[in-house]
């Protein structure tokens, strides 16, 4: 940005800085992760660490939770706003739909301790 165009307001500089860190700071991270995924196949990856291969691919023997025991190792930072605790209730809502699914949950016992 111009120097004379970030003295010549405030809203300008603010905007300038929410664009670099709301855009351009990200997108400057997922080009490095997507320049590294290129550079290293997951092949190649989970060949040199292979106990990575069961976190990646569910096993077979994954471990079926109920609702309940998933929601209560969730943690909320924080249910101030009223919009806040209407999320909550609405991903509450959405795992316990989930849950009367013939599937149900199915997570790693990895994942879940």
């Known amino acids: 940005m111009e120097p004379e165009l970030?003295?010549?307001g405030r809203d300008v500089l603010i905007q300038g800085l929410l664009w670099y860190f709301v855009i351009d700071k990200r997108k400057r991270e997922l080009d490095d992760m997507s320049k590294g995924?290129?550079?290293v196949t997951?092949?190649?990856f989970l060949t040199q660490q292979p106990s990575l291969v069961e976190i990646v691919f569910l096993p077979h023997a994954a471990k079926h939770i109920c609702a309940?025991?998933?929601l209560a190792k969730v943690t909320y930072d924080n249910e101030s706003g009223e919009k806040e605790v209407q999320a909550?209730?609405?991903f509450e809502q959405?795992?316990?739909e989930i849950a009367q699914r013939k599937e149900g949950i199915y997570l790693i016992s990895?994942?879940?301790h």
Do not use: A, D, H
């Open 68 to 70: 309940t025991e998933f």
């Open 110 to 112: 990895k994942w879940v």
């Open 37 to 39: 995924m290129n550079e």
């Open 88 to 90: 909550r209730i609405m």
């Open 42 to 44: 997951l092949q190649s």
């Open 6 to 8: 970030l003295c010549s």
């Open 94 to 96: 959405y795992v316990q």
